[in-house]
């Protein structure tokens, strides 16, 4: 079992920042490619950036290409993301996801439902 445990959410006005952490209790960090989610309320969960076991790819959502940065630190078993430049509508509560699924060096998912393990949720407020 994995736990996952996110911080750094809070309010902020648009065109600030945040940066977002998520903390794994596991000695296996690195076996597991790391996703970042977020849910708006009344919407669905969306995807929005992922990075492979070692850290070498990573992955976003377009709309938050080039304003978000997803990083990984296997020493410290955390997972980052960076947002800058922020919206209006990146308001929602952001979540952190663990998958253990291999099958290559560059495998990432979209898909929540691939991902085993999920944090609690920290909330991002961005007023306009």
């Known amino acids: 079992q994995v736990q996952l445990v996110e911080s750094g959410g809070g309010l902020v006005q648009a065109g600030g920042s945040l940066r977002l952490s998520c903390a794994a209790s596991t000695r296996t960090f690195s076996s597991y490619s790391m996703g970042w989610f977020r849910q708006a309320p009344g919407k669905e969960r969306e995807f929005v950036a992922a990075?492979?076991?070692?850290?070498?790819?990573?992955y976003y959502a377009d709309s938050v290409k080039g304003r978000f940065t997803i990083s990984r630190d296997n020493a410290k078993n955390t997972v980052y993301l960076q947002m800058n430049s922020l919206k209006p509508e990146d308001t929602a509560v952001y979540y952190c996801?663990?998958?253990?699924?291999?099958?290559?060096?560059?495998?990432?998912?979209?898909?929540?439902?691939?991902?085993?393990?999920w944090g609690q949720g920290t909330q991002v407020t961005v007023s306009s």
């Open positions: 990075i492979t076991r070692s850290g070498g790819r990573t």
């Open positions: 996801a663990a998958d253990r699924t291999y099958y290559s060096d560059t495998y990432y998912s979209r898909n929540g439902a691939t991902y085993d393990y």
